[in-house]
């Protein structure tokens, strides 16, 4: 059914991410899937890497990492934008479209009144592509 799973991550913040690669291990085995690890970056020095070289080289040990917990094959994308705060979503949107992903694979955070105003970054993901979205909620 699923072919290729995008997962978001932020190297600088893995503890965020950790319990949806539990869930992309899984379904990357269960479906055969190769596993797109895909970062959002500035062109600016982080506390990840000082060049956006630099952090695509950790992003794919990063993936050649979760490829031997998973065993699927992996790729990794680092994609510059000018501020990757506020462009997320957008960027994703068009990365998820090129990279022809059929399954993202997306931490999120549990519902809040707030959502009413500001979206999920999952929900606008869901509503501006084709691919499938699985959110995985942190775990108490």
Excluded: W
Excluded at 2 to 10: G, N, R, S, T
């Amino acid at each position: 059914m699923f072919k290729k799973i995008l997962v978001p991550v932020d190297l600088a913040h893995p503890d965020v991410f950790e319990p949806s690669l539990k869930v992309v291990a899984d379904q990357a085995r269960h479906y055969d899937a190769e596993v797109c690890y895909v970062a959002i970056i500035a062109n600016t020095p982080g506390s990840v890497a000082r060049t956006p070289d630099e952090y695509q080289q950790k992003l794919e040990a990063f993936a050649q990492e979760r490829a031997q917990v998973h065993g699927q094959p992996v790729s990794a994308k680092a994609i510059v934008c000018p501020d990757p705060i506020a462009d997320l979503d957008d960027v994703l949107v068009k990365a998820i479209d090129e990279l022809s992903v059929d399954l993202v694979i997306m931490q999120t955070h549990p519902p809040k009144h707030l959502d009413v105003v500001l979206p999920s970054h999952g929900g606008k993901i869901a509503t501006h592509t084709d691919a499938s979205v699985f959110l995985v909620r942190p775990q108490d």
